[in-house]
């Protein structure tokens, strides 16, 4: 038998209480038996085992057992009393062991029953705390509850629900689904439910596992989209009742139909950038388009090219400080893979790739994250979009990750077709070349004449290339296309070569000069240099073009000096066409002055223009170079060019046009009041004859 606290308790006290007594017939002077002490302590025993049965029990046996063997005083045996000892003893012990089981039969059910009102309290006290708490959670969950009971009737609405049903909960509580139903304007999409009444019989049913999207009658006429779940009250008993959530997807909608807007304007956007020049305004063409969905400061497209990298296209907002360097170097590809691998990535500008000058320039603009979107096409990682934006560095939403995902494929398809388009385009139009290169006769020098107006005479001849090969196109695109493929140089050097070769074999006039374009860049280049080594020097005229800006003046002058210390001299053209033009003519200091067409033809009809052509040519004069004026298309323009004073020689189709050796002038019919410069100042800067 085990034996609890209080069993213990009762214990100890029938043993204390034998203990007085013990101590009590001491004091007395009687003589204690130690048998007494013992039925005494096996009817605390039994009284506890068994209660009162189990005490008037041992009362009996400690009696029958022990009480004949307990001996009596002399005196006591001699009276009546000591006569039925015994059996006074025998009910001693029985009412003592009734008693004391009682006593602890009443404490066992008194204690039990306040442990089990307790244990009660305490339930009823938890219940309600976490219906309390549940209240709470449910009264303020973003997302409307409502509550069916056993008979489909509504008895729970939250806050939420309140909100997005657009009716106070007292007006829905006790309504049944198909009645809420159609009470508030719900439009069930047809291939779900075909009714409002089957809608209200499948949440009753349980028959809705997936959630089911509803249109809701919203105050002003206005729709929103909920979706709908339901979900059993109790799982192990369906029919207790039913717990629907409402959760509004209006805006998820909203968002996703503006997404979906923003990559078809993407896509358009791409479609026009087919006919796009280049790969690179195809690029332009698709940074443009996403800049106008996200607030970026700048952004750029970096390819991925074997072990480097190279920017494609850039962009940078407008007012924030005009276009930027390339910011990731070509050999930060590795270091630019593993940023776009993972995937879509906002974050720190510190972690853009290449020297920390790239993310404080971008901070400068007012820069607060970079946006890495990877260019992943048919599974490879052809390139990276990063954009500079004025949004926190936080993570991407799951929504917003998958968004530029799909942007980042569309433009990386885009990139690709456009890349490879020009690749193709560029072996198309090496091939033309290397087709002119292989047959020089496709190459044919024409010739047109430079005119000196006051002698009547012609002063020189400018050399210009005409290529018998589709498609016909302007010469100038021939040499543009020519060094985009890397055949500038050879290009250049048959067209020198041709042009001396033809001049030669045709004899150039005496007393006229032979005009070449070069471009600055090829000057000094190893083809060009052998093509002009048979021309004749003294009557050459090296005409530098202004197709591209000049770093390096010092080399360019470096590269121009052999051919000027053999007698040639130096001519710029495009005069007056911009910076470029004329720093070529204050760093080289040419010997001729060419105005650009543009300022020369329809010259009539525009005074500031013709003030500008008398500057630059007053200008030539002081720094001892000769102008000629291109572009002259009219007798209009040749007779206000008559007029200019100083040394002026013109050029230009009211003279002739270009042809092959030597094309007749059409001198025009001028009054000497129209040119009253003095001839002589040309003839001193003109090639002996």
Request: hydrophobic residues 50%; contains cysteine.
């Amino acid at each position: 038998m085990t034996l609890g606290w209080r069993r213990w308790g009762l214990l100890g006290g029938a043993l204390l209480l034998d203990l007085g007594v013990y101590a009590l017939v001491r004091l007395t002077g009687g003589a204690p038996n130690p048998l007494v002490h013992l039925a005494y302590l096996g009817i605390a025993l039994g009284a506890l085992g068994g209660g009162a049965p189990g005490g008037a029990g041992a009362g009996i046996l400690a009696g029958l057992l022990l009480g004949p063997l307990m001996p009596d005083s002399a005196a006591a045996s001699a009276s009546v009393l000591g006569q039925w000892g015994w059996a006074i003893r025998l009910a001693a012990y029985v009412g003592a062991g009734g008693v004391v089981g009682w006593a602890w039969d009443r404490t066992q059910r008194f204690w039990q029953a306040a442990q089990r009102q307790a244990l009660a309290q305490r339930d009823v006290d938890l219940r309600q705390t976490s219906e309390a708490r549940l209240a709470e959670t449910v009264e303020a969950a973003a997302d409307g509850i409502l509550v069916f009971d056993a008979a489909q009737r509504l008895v729970l609405c939250n806050a939420a629900a309140e909100s997005l049903l657009g009716a106070e909960r007292g007006t829905l509580l006790g309504h049944t689904a198909d009645e809420l139903a159609e009470r508030l304007g719900m439009a069930i999409r047809p291939e779900l439910v075909q009714t409002r009444e089957q809608f209200g019989s499948a949440i009753g049913t349980g028959a809705l596992p997936d959630p089911r999207e509803v249109s809701l009658r919203g105050r002003g006429g206005t729709r929103q989209v909920l979706e709908v779940r339901v979900r059993p009250l109790h799982a192990a008993t369906p029919d207790d009742g039913l717990v629907l959530w409402l959760h509004e997807v209006s805006a998820q909608h909203a968002l996703t139909a503006t997404r979906a807007a923003e990559l078809a304007d993407l896509q358009a956007a791409a479609q026009a950038a087919a006919g796009a020049p280049s790969a690179a305004a195809a690029g332009e063409a698709l940074l443009v388009q996403f800049a106008r969905t996200s607030p970026l400061v700048a952004a750029a497209i970096y390819l991925f090219d074997a072990a480097a990298t190279q920017r494609l296209a850039m962009w940078t907002a407008p007012g924030t400080g005009g276009p930027l360097p390339p910011l990731v170097p070509p050999e930060a590809a590795a270091e630019l893979r593993d940023l776009a691998g993972p995937g879509a990535v906002r974050t720190e500008l510190a972690r853009l790739p290449g020297p920390a000058s790239g993310p404080a320039l971008l901070a400068e603009r007012g820069a607060h994250a970079l946006l890495v979107v990877p260019l992943v096409d048919e599974g490879a990682l052809v390139g990276a979009l990063l954009a500079a934006t004025r949004v926190a560095p936080e993570p991407l939403a799951p929504d917003e990750a998958a968004h530029l995902r799909a942007m980042g494929a569309l433009a990386a398809g885009i990139v690709r077709r456009a890349v490879a388009d020009e690749e193709a385009a560029q072996q198309r139009e090496r091939g033309r070349i290397e087709a002119v290169l292989a047959d020089p006769a496709l190459l044919v020098p024409h010739f047109q004449p430079i005119v000196d107006l006051a002698r009547r005479r012609v002063a020189g001849y400018e050399a210009l290339a005409r290529f018998r090969l589709e498609p016909f196109q302007p010469p100038d695109r021939w040499f543009a296309q020519a060094s985009a493929v890397g055949l500038g140089a050879a290009l250049q050097a048959l067209a020198v070569a041709r042009a001396c070769a033809v001049a030669q074999a045709a004899g150039l006039p005496a007393g006229t000069f032979l005009s070449l374009n070069v471009s600055p860049r090829y000057l000094s280049d190893p083809m060009v240099t052998a093509a002009l080594g048979h021309a004749q020097f003294e009557r050459l005229v090296i005409e530098v073009t202004e197709e591209e800006a000049v770093a390096d003046y010092g080399a360019l002058r470096a590269a121009i000096a052999p051919y000027l210390a053999r007698g040639a001299r130096l001519a710029v053209d495009d005069a007056g066409a911009g910076y470029a033009s004329m720093r070529h003519v204050t760093e080289l200091r040419p010997a001729f002055l060419k105005l650009d067409a543009l300022l020369v033809r329809g010259l009539g009809d525009d005074a500031a223009r013709q003030a500008l052509v008398d500057a630059l040519v007053g200008f030539a004069g002081a720094i001892g170079a000769i102008p000629i004026a291109e572009g002259a298309e009219t007798p209009a323009d040749l007779t206000l060019l008559a007029r200019t004073r100083g040394p002026l020689l013109v050029q230009g189709y009211a003279l002739a046009r270009p042809g092959p050796p030597w094309p007749p002038v059409a001198f025009p019919s001028l009054s000497a009041a129209t040119h009253p410069r003095q001839p002589a100042e040309v003839e001193g800067h003109l090639f002996p004859l």
